[in-house]
């Protein structure tokens, strides 16, 4: 049973606009947050990550939003790129799980458009 | 500047072979992992290490076993290997929480 969700396989957005990426989770006891970008035939790279006594961490175009009550957390990249164009990976931890673990997410592909 | 390497990039093997992809990372992490990542399923966990001679199951570990004789690399064993394990082979890394990737094997079993 997944315990990471992204629901959008996908994401089309033009170059300048803003692209946000939903993740949904199950687990009430994860309180880490992970964001990765992966191109093709790469290994994913990570990008910005967010504790769970947080609310918003952010890092240049990139901001993380944290909703807890709703285990919901959103990617939101401002302005897109071309060089944006990527699968992007949401990815949890929790005090449960040990050495590093994380789940993560299906991915959601993004297309930027000039 | 972290690396971790993995032995192929890509890989040809017929069904019923053994097949071993290695990885190696530079950076003294006490914990590596195996995932096989396919579409729409994401990154899913096959067998990770804590330490050396340690190994954990992770969630899809049918069909796989991992070797960890030395701190700095992690193998990975298809002992038979099918065509459902057509996949891309990603190693990782980690001493907390941000796993750091190689850049992965992709595996075709035909």
């Known amino acids: 049973d997944q315990q990471v969700k992204q629901n959008s396989p996908s994401l089309s957005v033009q170059e300048g606009r803003i692209s946000i990426l939903n993740c949904d989770y199950t687990n009430s006891m994860f309180d880490y947050f992970l964001w990765y970008k992966k191109y093709p035939a790469e290994g994913p790279t990570f990008l910005i990550s967010i504790s769970s006594i947080k609310d918003k961490n952010e890092d240049g175009r990139f901001t993380v939003f944290l909703n807890k009550s709703a285990k919901h957390l959103s990617l939101h990249i401002v302005p897109s790129q071309p060089g944006d164009s990527a699968v992007y990976f949401c990815a949890a931890s929790g005090t449960t799980d040990s050495w590093g673990k994380l789940q993560f997410g299906a991915g959601t592909q993004v297309v930027v458009t000039p | 500047d972290v690396k971790v390497t993995q032995s192929s990039r890509y890989l040809v093997k017929r069904t019923g072979e053994k097949v071993f992809l290695e990885c190696v990372q530079d950076?003294?992490?006490?914990?590596m992992f195996w995932y096989r990542q396919d579409p729409g399923l994401g990154l899913r966990l096959i067998y990770f290490s804590y330490d050396v001679k340690m190994k954990e199951k992770g969630d899809i570990p049918e069909g796989y076993s991992v070797s960890r004789e030395k701190k700095e690399r992690f193998s990975l064993i298809l002992e038979s290997a099918s065509t459902n394990q057509t996949s891309m082979y990603l190693c990782?890394?980690?001493?907390?929480?941000?796993?750091?990737f190689g850049p992965g094997t992709r595996l075709t079993v035909t």
């Open positions: 950076m003294d992490h006490e914990n």
């Open positions: 990782a890394s980690t001493s907390t929480y941000e796993q750091y």
